[in-house]
Every structure is written in C-alpha cells, then in structure tokens.
C-alpha cells in the first residue's frame, strides 16, 4: 500500500507499505508522475488507470457514491487478487486486472447486464492494447 499525503502546498509525504522495496524506485516514480512533479505542464494522473476507467462506468450507471464503492468492493473481494501484510490498513486484495474482468462472470453484482457487459468490453480491449 502506497499512501500519499500533502504536507505544504509544495510537498508531498509517501509513505510504502510493502513486503519487499525491490520496486521502490518505480513506486516513486510513478507518484512523481501521477502528480506531476517533474515537468509543470504534464496532467496529473492516476495509479491505475483501468481501475479508474472501471469506477467511471460504474459510476455513469449507479446513482450515488456508496454503491458505487459497494460495485467496486465487490469487484474486488470476487476477482482480485489477496494480498498479504495490508489488513491492519483494511485491504486484502487488490483490484482485478482487466484480464480477469474481461471474461468474468459479474452476475450477482448489484449492475445491470448492460454495464456487465460494458465492464466486460472495456477489460478486453485493454487486454488486446496490452
């Protein structure tokens, strides 16, 4: 788990929560350009941006934010892989990639089948841009 906060207008604090620090370096780096803090003009980002594509489709077709984060919980507690040594930071799995999604089964989602299958499509054409 990566937890960024703001110290000063012009500082960040990262602290990592990890098992190894082999990848420590492309976790920074990664921040540094999720925020943006290398070059001005760049547009700040996200840590992953096919999760993020997920919440937006789900959040087009739910009409408030608690179930939208009940949908993307689920996702994950169904198809994401445990992880181990976060649970005192309440996460034990980590969101599904799309090659998971792209063919699984999302009945009993509280989603319609139009957005199962939106969620589905998105997956794979992530996958087939890969």
């Known amino acids: ?10 500082e960040l604090l990262l602290v990592a929560h ?4 082999d990848g420590l370096v492309h976790h920074v780096r990664r921040a540094r350009r999720i925020f943006a803090l290398d070059d001005p003009a760049e547009t700040c980002g ?9 919440h937006d ?3 087009a077709a ?12 689920d996702l994950a507690g169904r198809f994401g892989r445990v992880v181990s040594g976060l649970a005192p930071a309440g996460l034990t799995r980590v969101f599904p990639p799309p090659e998971i999604l792209a063919t699984a089964d999302l009945g009993g989602l509280s989603i319609s089948d ?4 939106a969620l589905r499509s998105f997956a ?6 890969s």
Request: charged share 25%; hydrophobic share 40%.
């Open 1 to 10: 788990m990566i937890e960024i906060t703001r110290r000063s207008p012009t």
């Open 18 to 21: 990890l098992p190894r620090l």
């Open 46 to 54: 996200s840590w992953d941006p096919f999760e993020v594509g997920v």
């Open 57 to 59: 489709i789900v959040r």
């Open 62 to 73: 739910v009409p408030d934010v608690t179930t939208t984060r009940a949908v993307l919980g």
């Open 114 to 117: 139009t957005i199962g299958d």
């Open 124 to 129: 794979q054409a992530v996958v087939d841009r």
